[in-house]
């Protein structure tokens, strides 16, 4: 029996996840984004790469059969079910910093930043290896023209998810994030579940 | 007198760079790329950030007047002048591994990546510490409605440039890119003058 984990409004977790293994990240009400950073869990030195991946991947929008590369370029991660379709890859979890540049009339929050410094500390993984992070249902559209971005409502609906399988043994950090404009101005929950390949469901 | 420093064609260099100096990259032949790192001189955990820069700039394209920002949201460089109005800051280096990817047919090479990562060794910063650069002249444009990006000649002509100003001190990296397709097919230098602030000539 697979339990469905919750991870509450505004707040973060940090995991194993092994490889074969597979990663269902739920949004259960809609219109809400979760951060996922991933480490080796060998060698923590190999993380997640924004970079290499867009470069394999020749698009800036990742969905089912694209894989997510290391900073090393081995795959770390692949994409193998995907009921949205857009989710961001080009900017860094929200932090104090951003809620004080964006909403300084707010009280300010420590953010997907703060939440994942805190969840992956006993990991042994310090604030400063934090890199741009997959944001799962994150809709950042881009004027081609102009090249200017827009952080708009997620197109998720209550019970999307994205399905990841791991092709390594992975420490992996994942929110509910925090920023208004990213989750169309409420803070809701995140659902994730860890199953072994094949019995997902 | 400022003395212009030649970067030959596909290697790369590192040096240091003053709060309040200037730094021009120039493009002495045309269509010829430069991969830009930064870290703080005083601490190497801090580093150059395209998540965050793209985050407070709403753009991919990044011109005069914008800034780059450290993964601390701390602002690292300044564009004060750009003659060509198209970088890119999406993608990683290339690499070894990249060029395997790209150009399985091509002798393989060790890249900007590896050059970059040449470079800043005695300044004790290890490759995996490498994020996503700033391409200098990299020409990356993205198809707004389906997210594909394409890999195009830069839009420099012969003497174009991008200078920048230092907002702390700085290791720097740099680089003549070495991938065919980032640069219209060919390996040219790069020049580069590092000058006090409000001395450019």
């Known amino acids: 029996m697979i339990s469905t984990q919750v991870i509450p409004e505004r707040s ?29 869990a060998h060698d923590l030195d190999e993380v997640i790469s924004s970079g290499r991946t867009l470069d394999y991947a020749e698009t800036i929008y990742l969905t089912t059969g694209h894989r997510l590369y290391s900073n090393r370029s081995q795959v770390m991660l692949e994409i193998v079910e995907d009921t949205v379709g857009r989710h961001d890859f080009l900017l860094t ?11 300084p009339k707010l009280p300010p929050h420590r953010g997907c930043f703060g939440n994942l410094s805190a969840a992956l500390e006993p990991h042994g993984i310090a604030p400063d290896r934090i890199p741009v992070a997959f944001n799962c249902f994150m809709n950042v559209p ?3 023209e102009t090249g200017k ?6 197109l998720s609906k209550a019970g999307d998810f994205i399905r990841f399988r791991a092709h390594m043994d992975l420490v992996i950090g994942l929110t509910a994030c925090s920023a208004p404009d990213s989750n169309g101005g409420t803070f809701k929950p995140i659902h994730y579940r860890v ?3 094949g019995s997902e469901s």
Request: hydrophobic residues 35%; proline residues 10%.
């Open 149 to 154: 971005l827009k952080v708009l409502p997620p």
């Open 195 to 197: 199953e072994p390949m």
């Open 93 to 103: 979890p929200c932090s104090y910093d951003t809620f004080h540049h964006f909403y």
């Open 12 to 40: 973060g977790t940090a995991f194993r996840l092994a490889k074969g293994e597979t990663l269902t990240v739920i949004d259960p009400r809609g219109e809400q984004v979760s951060d996922l950073l991933a480490f080796n």
């Open 142 to 144: 881009i004027d081609g």
